[in-house]
């Protein structure tokens, strides 16, 4: 149990165009879905949490408008990449959790994107 | 502020070795104390965890103690096997664990050769 998943695992696309990772907790309700990016050779950077049905919090230094993020359901959460460039290439990493108190997060296999 | 350092990797073994991956941490008030591990193609899974001073997590025969007088919670196996290879993320939450506030390490890759 306790499983999630991210679609594309991997995207290639131009620089200008957005792109939209989508991030499923298969077996469970997620009540808050985590976004993280991680650098080569870096820890993995939290950049915004969200719950269903409200507007995400994002971390200082994140862009709201450039990552947009919607938990429209229990289990899907999806984060978009807006005018993507080549400094956004990253592997993001999505995690779910069920409670609304600290209940252990589970993670996605995350989504390598490269914009070209 | 809250960081965590881990010894840098990769990290190469044979097979039935003792592995130590050191893991130290800077934070304000008491934090919580995580070891995650991701295998090859796969999500982070929570490996063993510590919420206070001198717990022992352990888990598949991994232990980690959280030592407050050396901020550290090393993870340590005595026999590691080929399927233990994977990357090994030491973290922490600040002040007990508030969701969405784990502070991660950069990762030690491990590679175990039969």
């Known amino acids: 149990g306790a499983v999630v998943s991210q679609h594309p695992s991997r995207v290639i696309c131009k620089s200008g165009t957005s792109v939209k990772i989508e991030c499923r907790s298969l077996?469970?309700?997620?009540?808050?879905m985590f976004w993280y990016r991680q650098f080569p050779k870096k820890s993995l950077m939290l950049m915004a949490t969200?719950?269903?049905?409200?507007?995400?919090?994002?971390e200082q230094g994140v862009e709201k408008d450039k990552f947009l993020i919607n938990h429209a359901s229990l289990t899907l959460s999806t984060l978009t990449v807006t005018s993507a460039h080549p400094e956004d290439s990253s592997f993001y990493i999505c995690?779910?959790?069920?409670?609304?108190?600290?209940?252990?997060?589970?993670f996605g296999p995350g989504t390598r994107l490269t914009v070209l | 502020g809250n960081s965590v350092t881990q010894m840098e990797g990769p990290v190469t073994l044979s097979e039935e070795a003792f592995l130590t991956i050191n893991c130290t941490y800077t934070?304000?008030?008491?934090?919580?104390l995580f070891w995650y591990v991701q295998y090859p193609g796969e999500g982070l899974q929570l490996l063993l965890k510590?919420?206070?001073?001198?717990d022992k997590g352990s888990n598949k025969g991994f232990e980690a103690t959280y030592r407050k007088e050396t901020t550290s919670f090393h993870l340590e196996k005595g026999s590691v096997q080929v399927s233990d290879s994977a990357v090994y993320f030491c973290?922490?939450?600040?002040?007990?664990?508030?969701?969405?506030?784990?502070?991660f390490g950069k990762g030690t890759k491990l590679s175990v050769k039969p």
């Open positions: 995690s779910a959790s069920r409670g609304l108190s600290y209940n252990e997060q589970f």
């Open positions: 077996d469970f309700q997620a009540t808050t």
């Open positions: 969200s719950n269903e049905g409200s507007k995400a919090t994002y």
């Open positions: 934070a304000t008030g008491y934090p919580s």
């Open positions: 510590a919420t206070k001073a001198d």
């Open positions: 973290a922490l939450t600040p002040n007990g664990g508030s969701q969405g506030n784990l502070i």
